[in-house]
């Protein structure tokens, strides 16, 4: 079983820039797909936000189109997310994960605050 590792997160206020990782204890297949999701404090469930497909483009959620950008680093199995033009809004817990389907694994989470 893969496991994530991710890193970074924190508070900042709005208009900041936060980074976070995720290294992958494994290589991943490229044809897999990597993202990140998030989940807001009181929300159900976690949104996809920014992620590389099946076919190797980015996609991002309207949310953060144009704010967050994803990249990765192949040699080090290792993605990131830079997120930038931070907003209240955007206060959640992220999580990395990946696979087949984008959920097969997961991170433990990071927490991101972003203060008004």
């Known amino acids: 079983q893969v496991q994530l590792a991710q890193s970074g997160g924190g508070s900042v206020q709005a208009g900041g820039s936060l980074r976070l990782s995720c290294v992958a204890s494994?290589?991943?297949?490229?044809?897999?797909?990597m993202g990140w999701f998030r989940q807001g404090p009181g929300d159900e469930e976690r949104e996809g936000v920014a992620?590389?497909?099946?076919?190797?483009?980015?996609h991002y959620s309207d949310s953060v189109k144009g704010r967050f950008t994803v990249s990765q680093d192949n040699a080090k199995n290792t993605l990131f997310l830079q997120m930038n033009s931070l907003k209240p809004e955007d206060t959640a817990m992220y999580y990395c994960a990946g696979g087949e389907t984008c959920k097969d694994y997961w991170g433990k989470g990071t927490l991101v605050t972003i203060s008004s």
């Open positions: 992620s590389f497909g099946y076919d190797g483009a980015t």
């Open positions: 494994e290589y991943i297949d490229s044809a897999y797909c």
